[in-house]
């Protein structure tokens, strides 16, 4: 059973719109979430991370919200560009026996269109 | 570029040969990850080591031997693999497992193909 869920696989945005990328997760013990971004070819970049006490981290154009009556996570970039266009992955950290490890859904690939 | 290096970026092998993916970060880190990612299914831990230590084996079939000579290197040694090992095998590092905000930091990844 997939504990962490990116439903929708493809997402295309206009340029200067915003991009909302969604993740949803089944355990309520994750207390670290992190969002990233992959190109073809290349290893997951590390975007924006939040931690479980919060509900919102910014940086840039990134922002995550973090909903955790809803066990649910987003990621907003806001202006889209061109050069946005990737494969997303949001990943959540639990602890089994003391020991932490990260789960990652499938991934989201957005296209900004020009 | 992230601080971690894999090597080789591609590889093919056959079913018998015996072959070793390098993963090496000048990030300082003391914590090395290996994750196997298939088409189509998410990025699925392999193994985790933490100053050298390993504290994972996420019940990964024994012809994946990993190898952490120090903190700064880590190896998959590979013998007898199946076709459906073939993926893309990244590493990753980060300061220390379970840090208030541990990030992993990934290498390129190796795309292996097992004939």
């Known amino acids: 059973d997939q504990q962490v869920k990116q439903n929708s696989p493809s997402l295309s945005v206009q340029e200067g719109r915003i991009s909302i990328l969604n993740c949803d997760y089944t355990n309520s013990m994750f207390d670290y979430f992190l969002w990233y971004k992959k190109y073809p070819a290349e290893g997951p970049t590390f975007l924006i991370s939040?931690?479980?006490?919060?509900d919102k981290n910014e940086d840039g154009r990134f922002t995550v919200f973090l909903n955790k009556s809803a066990k649910h996570l987003s990621l907003h970039i806001v202006p889209s560009q061109p050069g946005d266009s990737a494969v997303y992955f949001c990943?959540?950290?639990?602890?089994?026996?003391?020991?932490?490890?990260?789960?990652f859904g499938t991934g989201t690939r957005l296209k900004v269109l020009a | 570029e992230t601080g971690v290096t894999q090597t080789p970026r591609h590889l093919v092998m056959g079913m018998t040969n015996k072959k070793s993916l390098k993963c090496e970060q000048h990030?300082?880190?003391?914590?090395m990850y290996w994750y196997k990612q298939s088409a189509k299914k998410p990025l699925e831990l392999m193994f985790v080591?933490?100053?050298?230590?390993?504290?994972e084996n996420n019940s990964v079939p024994s012809r994946f031997s990993p190898e952490c000579p120090n903190s700064s290197h880590l190896f998959l040694h590979l013998h007898t693999l199946q076709p459906e090992d073939s993926a893309l095998y990244l590493c990753a590092s980060s300061q220390e497992v379970g840090s208030p905000q541990e990030t992993q930091y990934f290498g390129p990844g190796t795309r292996l193909l097992v004939l």
């Open positions: 080591y933490n100053f050298k230590e390993q504290t």
């Open positions: 939040i931690s479980s006490i919060k």
């Open positions: 990030l300082g880190h003391n914590a």
């Open positions: 990943a959540a950290r639990g602890s089994t026996s003391g020991t932490y490890k990260y789960i």
